[in-house]
């Protein structure tokens, strides 16, 4: 049954809000519910994240201390950089990464957009590069750097 309803939770949520929307509990509408359901459980399978294999998974907990820490840093200094007069050196810094597990790409865009002053912008996986705009940052080349010593090298040991 898992094979032919990959998600019957996602199935049922789809065919519920198919009739909700059509205010009908008519038989076509089920019959068009059901299909509009399979079809997006269906797709959901299709671009489905691979299962993570956590190798490490003690140093999850390390990784979200200094992810918090950071957090809070950064948004002290946006906070002085939006009260002050200075503008910022704002940059766009690409950063080659030997980080190719996709649960982990997913993991370190997750940080770098929760924190506050950088965006992850773009990921070529022809080159391994991510491009990242700072907000604020003196050398793009150290703050590429720091990245990949701070998270890359924690992520690469916990999803290797």
Not at 85 to 90: G, N
Request: glycine share 6%; aromatic share 6%; net charge positive.
């Amino acid at each position: 049954m898992r094979r032919v309803l990959a998600h019957p939770l996602l199935w049922l949520a789809l065919f519920a809000m198919w009739l909700l929307l059509a205010r009908s509990l008519a038989p076509g509408q089920m019959l068009l519910a059901a299909i509009v359901a399979s079809i997006g459980s269906w797709a959901a399978s299709a671009v489905e994240a691979p299962q993570p294999r956590l190798r490490r998974p003690g140093l999850v907990v390390k990784l979200v201390g200094r992810v918090l820490a950071d957090i809070v840093v950064s948004n002290i200094a946006v906070l002085k950089l939006a009260l002050g007069r200075r503008e910022p050196r704002s940059k766009f810094v690409a950063i080659p990464l030997e980080l190719r597990d996709p649960n982990g790409l997913a993991v370190l865009a997750s940080i770098i957009t929760a924190t506050p002053g950088s965006a992850w912008i773009n990921y070529n996986a022809r080159t391994d590069t991510v491009l990242v705009h700072v907000l604020d940052t003196e050398d793009g080349d150290a703050w590429g750097q720091a990245l990949k010593r701070t998270y890359e090298s924690l992520l690469l040991e916990i999803f290797r």
